[in-house]
C-alpha cells in the first residue's frame, strides 16, 4: 500500500498543506484535493496540453508530474488569472476573437501564452507559432487563438496588466 | 512483427543444439524469463517480465518445440499473455557447421496485441532487438561455460 | 424591420464562464460519498468468454463492488438500436446488432468492456481491474471489410450468416441503359480509412440514486440527454420524471458523444440504482480510442458515365461500409454517403449497391461529417479523373454540371437519412465556384504562378472542389421562453451543447424578438429538469431546429408581452415597441412599462387570471422542418508538397460558404475553421492503424496525429445567403461543414502539385509515406 506523504503547496499564492499518496498526479491533485478544476485533464500522455499550469513560473503538464513534484514550490492555475467579472486581458482578447469554443482546452492554453506575452509583447510569426504548437484544439483551427494571441499583446503592451 | 538475423557460436552445432534444447539456458536466452518449466519433450512453459518504454508487466507463457531435425532445425512456437497486452509468435531456427564455428539463422514473425501494442509501437522493434542481441550474449556465455566444465 | 442582433458578431455570453475555470464538465462533479468506476477491457478483439473471476478484485482495499455480465442477470441486455432501417426503402436487408454492456459470449472488439470496478478512488478501481483473472479464447480475427465478406471469414456475429450487417439497393433512373449510349465511362475504387472524432474532453458519466428521493440524477457528456433520460427511464423501470439527465459543458463531441446507451451509461446507472451511492467514470486517452465510436471506413467501386463534352449521365456507386463490431445507428452513415455523391450536380440516373459489414472493430457512428465526407470525395475525385481524360478543365466540368438555380425544390428521389426522399431545398451553386475562384485567382495562378514555380522545381498545386450538406434534419426541437419579474428572460431547449455557442446565437434570436441585452437573455440546454422534449445536438441541426423553436417560443412571448403591455397602457398594440428592457408607445416614448412589471403583472398574488389564459410571460414552441435544408459551398487551397519529404504545406485556404440565414457569424467562422482542422487531420495526418488483429496500434496522441496551429493554415472565408425556404429564420446548418469537403480537396490539390503523369490519388488519409510512395510510383502493399 502506498504510504501517504506531507506536502505543502502555495497554488495560486495561498498555501495549502496536504496529506496524498505519493503516486497522486499532480492533475488530480490540484483539481480534486484542491478543487480548482479549471485546470483540465484530455490525454494523461503528456501531449494536448490541456492540463498545463505554471510550475514556479513555467508551463508544465500536471499530468506528467506527481503531486509530491510540487512540494515546496509554487503553482498558478488558471483560476489565478481573472474572475468572471475582472477578466485579464489574456481572456478579454480569447472572448473577443472568439478563441474558444468548448473551453476545454483554453486554460491550457491561456497558462502556455501567458508566461510568453510576460516576457515579451512583441511576438514574431515564429513566436508565435513556438507558442501555440504545444496545445491541441479540436474545435476553433487555432486561427481565432493567433488572433487573440496578438489582441493581448497589444493590450498587455500598452498597459494592460500583466 | 518480422525477427530475423544470425549469429556464430564458437562451439560445435550438437553444441549448439543441446543449449538451446536445455530449458535453463533458454531461461537466459530470454531476459527477464523468472520461469520456464519443460513440461515435455516439446512443451515449455514459464513467465517473464517485460518492459518495453513505460509498459512493464509480467507475462504467462508457452513455448512450443515442433519439426525437430536435431542438430540442424527446429520450429519454435510461443504465446502468452499478460496485465500488458499478449503476444503469439512463431519461428525457424537453422544451425549450419561452419569453420568458425555454429552459424544460427532464425527468422519469425511475432503478433503482439493490447497496451504492449497501441502505445508501445515504437518500442517494440528496438526492445526486440536489444533482447535478442541480450539473448544470443546469454548463449555465448552458457556456451562457454559448458566448454570450460567439459574441459575439466 | 432591420436585424439588430440576428447575424451580428456578438461576443459569447458563456466565455467569462469558461475562460476563468468556472463551467461545470463531467469530471468537476464532486458528490459525497462518491465512488469511482473502472472497465475491465478485452485486448483481445475477437475472442470467447471462458470465465472470469473477480474474487481477487473484491478483496483489494478500497474496492466496494465489481460486476460481470452473470451479475447483472436479467438486466442484461443489448442496447436498443437507434436508428432502424428506413422503412422507405424497398427490400432492405438489415441486421440489427447492438452493443452489450458487458460482454457475456464474446468479445466482438478490442476494448470492449468485461467488468466493471467500483471502488473508493479511481486509483484504487483501475489498480483492481489488475487484479480480475479473465479466460478468453482468442478466436480468428476479421479486420478488413472486404476480407470479411469471404465465405471462410471468422463471423463477428455467430448467429448470422455472414458479415453483412445490410443491404441495400438505391436507384434513380436507369443507369445501365445509359451507360451504353456514354461517350465516355470512367470506373475507379476509392478507399476511404477511420478516423477517430478525438474531442479534446474524453466522455465521462456521475450517476447517482438517491434512495430517498427516489431520483436518479445522471451527468454525462452526451449530445442528447433527452433520449438518454428516457431511455434509461425505460430500461430500469423508472418514471421519466424520475431522471434528470444533464450534459453541463461539454469539451467538444463531434458525433460520437451522440451514440446512446453505451455501455458505460447503462453499467453506470445500473450500478448507482444497486448501490445507492453516485458513481462517477471518467475515460482516460486510451480508453476513448477503443470505447468510443469511429468512423468512415469505406470501399468503393465507382463508374462515371458522362457525354464528350463532360455532362454526367449516370454515376454509379457500389461500396462496402464498416460499421465495426455492432450497427446501432442503422444506415444513417451510408445513406449520408449515397445522397452526397449526387453532390450540387445533376445525376439523372444513379445506382448505388450498399452492403454493411460487420468488423472485429470499434463500432461505427458518425463523426463529423458522417458519411458526407466520402460522397464528396467520390464525386470530386471521378469528376477531376473525368476532367483528366476528356480534356475539359476541372472547374469547367463541375458548372456543366451544377443543378440549374430553378430546379429546387430538387427532388434527387433517393432516400436520406431522414427516411424520406432527398430533397435540395434551395441552392445557387455557380456564384459560390465564381466567388471561390476569384478569392484564390485561379486564374492567375493556373497560368502564370503555379507555371513558373514549377520551373523552378516547386510541386505547388491548387484545388477546388464543390460540396453540398444536408443539414438541420427533424424530428424536432423545442424551447421555452420566460420573462422573469427582474426583467431578465430565461430560456430552456433540449438541445445540448458542445461549443457551438447556442447560448449567444439562440440568446440573440430572443434578444430581439424581446428588446434586451444579449447579456440579460439567460439560456439553459441539455438539462431534462428544465426541457424535456427533444433529440439532441447533430447533424448540423441546432441553429435551423433548435434555434426556430426558440424563435417561435420569443415570439409567442412577444405576442403576450404586447397584449398585456396595450391593456397597461391603454394603447393599441400596434402603437406599441420593445426596446431596451420596456415597452413603450412608439410616439409618447416616455410612456412605458419595464418587461419586468409586466411579468410581474401577469401573475398577479391577487385578482383573477381569466379562464382560457396563461398566468406569466412565458411560451413554449417546437419546430420540425418538413425536410433537412441542404447547405453547400466551394473550398479552395494552393499547396506545396516538399519533394524530398512528401509534407505538405498549406500556403492558401478559401471557403466559399451558404449556410442561409447566419445568427452570429463570429459563430460560424468558428466553425467553418474547426470543421476544415478536422478535415485536414482526416486527410493527411490522422488515420487508425489497425492491425490484422484487430489492434489500434496507435492508441494515443503520440501516433494519432491531431495537428496542431502549425499545421492549419489562416482561412479566408466569404459568405453567400440563399435562405432555406424551410424555417422562418432561413437558417441551414454549418456545423460539419468545414470538415466535408476537405479529403477531396486535398486529394486534388495534392495531385496537381506533384504533378506526375498517370498519378491518381483514389483514398483516404494520404501521409508523407504515402504520398512517396504514390509519387515514385510504387504499389500499396494488400
Redesign the interface.
Known amino acids: 500500500m502506498s504510504k501517504a506523504m506531507d506536502v505543502t503547496v502555495t497554488v495560486n499564492g495561498e498555501v495549502y498543506q496536504k496529506t496524498i499518496e505519493p503516486r497522486l498526479l499532480l492533475s488530480d491533485f490540484i483539481r480534486h484535493e484542491l478543487n480548482l478544476s479549471g485546470t483540465h485533464v484530455g490525454c494523461e500522455q503528456g501531449v494536448c496540453g490541456a492540463c498545463t499550469i505554471l510550475f514556479d513560473g513555467m508551463p508544465v503538464r500536471s499530468c506528467l508530474m506527481l503531486a509530491v513534484q510540487a512540494d515546496g514550490h509554487e503553482i498558478r492555475t488558471v483560476e489565478d488569472l481573472g474572475t468572471m467579472e475582472n477578466l485579464h486581458p489574456l481572456q478579454e482578447a480569447f472572448q473577443e476573437t472568439h478563441a474558444l469554443q468548448c473551453g476545454f482546452c483554453t486554460s491550457g492554453f491561456l497558462m502556455s501564452i501567458l508566461p510568453v506575452l510576460e516576457e515579451t509583447t512583441d511576438l514574431s510569426e515564429e513566436d508565435l507559432k513556438r507558442a501555440l504548437e504545444g496545445n491541441l484544439c479540436r474545435c476553433t483551427g487555432y486561427q481565432h487563438i493567433r488572433d487573440a494571441v496578438q489582441l493581448a499583446a497589444e493590450k498587455m503592451s500598452s498597459g494592460g496588466e500583466s | 512483427m518480422r525477427i530475423e538475423g544470425e549469429h556464430v557460436f564458437s562451439g560445435s552445432r550438437e553444441d549448439v543444439w543441446a543449449m538451446v534444447r536445455d530449458p535453463e539456458v533458454l531461461a537466459k536466452l530470454l531476459p527477464g524469463t523468472t520461469k520456464l518449466n519443460q513440461l515435455s519433450e516439446s512443451e515449455y512453459e514459464g513467465e517473464i517480465n517485460l518492459r518495453i518504454g513505460p509498459i512493464l508487466g509480467s507475462f504467462s507463457g508457452r513455448i512450443f518445440v515442433e519439426d525437430e531435425v536435431p542438430p540442424e532445425s527446429c520450429t519454435l512456437k510461443a504465446e502468452g ?1 499478460g ?1 500488458a ?2 503476444f ?1 509468435g512463431s519461428g525457424t531456427v537453422h544451425l549450419t557447421e561452419q569453420d568458425d564455428g555454429t552459424l544460427m539463422v532464425y527468422e519469425g514473425d511475432i ?5 504492449l ?3 508501445g ?2 518500442l517494440i522493434d528496438m526492445t526486440s532487438k536489444t533482447m535478442i542481441r541480450q539473448g544470443m550474449k546469454g548463449l555465448d556465455a552458457a556456451l562457454e561455460e559448458r566448454k570450460a566444465e567439459a574441459a575439466d | 424591420m432591420m436585424a439588430k442582433l440576428i447575424g451580428k458578431r456578438i461576443t459569447r455570453n458563456e466565455d467569462p464562464r469558461l475562460l476563468t475555470g468556472q463551467a461545470l464538465f463531467v469530471d468537476d462533479v464532486e458528490l459525497p460519498g462518491m465512488l469511482h468506476a473502472a472497465f475491465l477491457r478485452s485486448e483481445y478483439a475477437h475472442a470467447r468468454l471462458k470465465g472470469i473471476d473477480l474474487s481477487a478484485a473484491l478483496e483489494r482495499p478500497g474496492v466496494v463492488a465489481a460486476f460481470t455480465a452473470e451479475d447483472m442477470g436479467d438486466d442484461w441486455s443489448p442496447g436498443p438500436p437507434l436508428v432502424i432501417p428506413p422503412p422507405t426503402i424497398e427490400d432492405v436487408e438489415f441486421y440489427t446488432r447492438t452493443q452489450v454492456p458487458l460482454v457475456k459470449d464474446k468479445v466482438r472488439h478490442a476494448g470492449e468492456p468485461l467488468a466493471i470496478v467500483i471502488a473508493e478512488s479511481r486509483y484504487i478501481a483501475e489498480d483492481a481491474l489488475d487484479d480480475i483473472v479473465v479466460d478468453l479464447e482468442p478466436l480468428d480475427v476479421v479486420t478488413n471489410i472486404e476480407r470479411a465478406l469471404d465465405p471462410d471469414s471468422p463471423l463477428v456475429h455467430d448467429d448470422l450468416e455472414s458479415n453483412i450487417a445490410a443491404h441495400l439497393v438505391q436507384e434513380k433512373g436507369d443507369y445501365a441503359a445509359i451507360r451504353e449510349g456514354a461517350d465516355k465511362v470512367i470506373k475507379r475504387r476509392i478507399v476511404i480509412e477511420r478516423g477517430a472524432a478525438g474531442a479534446m474532453e474524453n466522455r465521462g458519466i456521475v450517476a447517482s440514486w438517491d434512495i430517498k428521493q427516489q431520483q436518479l440524477t445522471v451527468w454525462d457528456t452526451t449530445q442528447s440527454p433527452i433520449p438518454i433520460r428516457n431511455g434509461l427511464a425505460s430500461m430500469f423501470g423508472l418514471s421519466e420524471y424520475q431522471v434528470r439527465v444533464i450534459a453541463p459543458f461539454v469539451g467538444g463531441a463531434f458525433g460520437p458523444k451522440i451514440m446512446m446507451f453505451y455501455p458505460e451509461e447503462v453499467l453506470l446507472t445500473w450500478s448507482t440504482l444497486k448501490m445507492g451511492s453516485p458513481i462517477k467514470w471518467i475515460e482516460d486517452r486510451r480508453e476513448n480510442f477503443y470505447a468510443t465510436t469511429q468512423e468512415r471506413g469505406q470501399v468503393h467501386e465507382v463508374e462515371l458515365a458522362l457525354t464528350s463534352d463532360g455532362r454526367i449521365l449516370g454515376l454509379r456507386d457500389d461500396f462496402l461500409h464498416d460499421t465495426g463490431a455492432y450497427d446501432p445507428y442503422g444506415l444513417t452513415i451510408p445513406l449520408n454517403t449515397q445522397c452526397h455523391v449526387l453532390g450540387p450536380y445533376e445525376i439523372p440516373n444513379f445506382s448505388s449497391d450498399l452492403k454493411v459489414v460487420f468488423t472485429n472493430k470499434t463500432l461505427t457512428t458518425p463523426v463529423r461529417g458522417a458519411g458526407r465526407p466520402q460522397g464528396v470525395y467520390v464525386i470530386e475525385r471521378m469528376l477531376d479523373i473525368a476532367a483528366r481524360e476528356l480534356g475539359i478543365d476541372r472547374v469547367e466540368i463541375r458548372k456543366r454540371n451544377y443543378l440549374p438555380n430553378d430546379v429546387f425544390p430538387y427532388d434527387n428521389v433517393i432516400i436520406d437519412q431522414a427516411f424520406e426522399s432527398f430533397i435540395i431545398d434551395s441552392g445557387d451553386y455557380l456564384p459560390a465556384m465564381e466567388k471561390a475562384l476569384e478569392m484564390i485567382s485561379y486564374e492567375k495562378f493556373t497560368q502564370e504562378e503555379q507555371p513558373k514555380l514549377r520551373e523552378e522545381g516547386r510541386r505547388v498545386g491548387i484545388g477546388v472542389v464543390s460540396f453540398i450538406e444536408t443539414t438541420g434534419v427533424g424530428p424536432y426541437e423545442g424551447a421555452r421562453v420566460t420573462i422573469e419579474s427582474s426583467g431578465k428572460i430565461s430560456v430552456a431547449t433540449g438541445v445540448g451543447t458542445q461549443g457551438q455557442g447556442h447560448f449567444t446565437s439562440f440568446a440573440q434570436i430572443v434578444a430581439e424578438r424581446l428588446g434586451v441585452d444579449v447579456r440579460d437573455v439567460h439560456l439553459v440546454t441539455g438539462d431534462t429538469a428544465q426541457f424535456h422534449w427533444g433529440t439532441g445536438t447533430f447533424a448540423s441541426r441546432g441553429a435551423v431546429v433548435a434555434a426556430n423553436a426558440v424563435n417561435a417560443a420569443a415570439l409567442i412571448v412577444r405576442g403576450k408581452v404586447l397584449e398585456l403591455a396595450s391593456e397597461a397602457l391603454e394603447t393599441p398594440e400596434e402603437e406599441l415597441e420593445i426596446e431596451d428592457g420596456v415597452v413603450r408607445v412608439a410616439k409618447i416614448p416616455t410612456r412605458y412599462i419595464s418587461l419586468g412589471d409586466l411579468a410581474q403583472r401577469s401573475n398577479p398574488l391577487r385578482g383573477a387570471v381569466e379562464p382560457g389564459t396563461e398566468p406569466g410571460l412565458e411560451g413554449t414552441a417546437y419546430f420540425g422542418p418538413k425536410y433537412g435544408a441542404t447547405a453547400f459551398g466551394t473550398h479552395a487551397m494552393i499547396v506545396e508538397v516538399d519533394p524530398e519529404t512528401m509534407i505538405v504545406e498549406i500556403k492558401r485556404y478559401i471557403i466559399v460558404e451558404d449556410c442561409g440565414t447566419i445568427l452570429n457569424p463570429l459563430i460560424v467562422e468558428g466553425q467553418l475553421h474547426g470543421g476544415v482542422a478536422l478535415g485536414i487531420g482526416n486527410s493527411f495526418y490522422e488515420k487508425l492503424v489497425f492491425d490484422d488483429n484487430g489492434q489500434l496500434l496507435n492508441a494515443s496522441f503520440a501516433d494519432y496525429l491531431i495537428p496542431t496551429a502549425a499545421e492549419i493554415p489562416t482561412i479566408e472565408i466569404a459568405h453567400q445567403v440563399t435562405p432555406s425556404p424551410l424555417n422562418p429564420l432561413g437558417s441551414k446548418g454549418v456545423g460539419e461543414a468545414g470538415a466535408i469537403p476537405v479529403p477531396a480537396l486535398f486529394a486534388q490539390a495534392v495531385e496537381n502539385a506533384l504533378d506526375v503523369e498517370g498519378l491518381e490519388i483514389l483514398e483516404s488519409p494520404l501521409s508523407p509515406q504515402r504520398l512517396f510512395e504514390l509519387f515514385h510510383g510504387e504499389e500499396k502493399d494488400a
Open positions: 499473455e496485465r497486452g499478449f503469439k503478433q503482439i496485441g493490447g497496451k501494442a497501441s502505445i509501437q515504437r
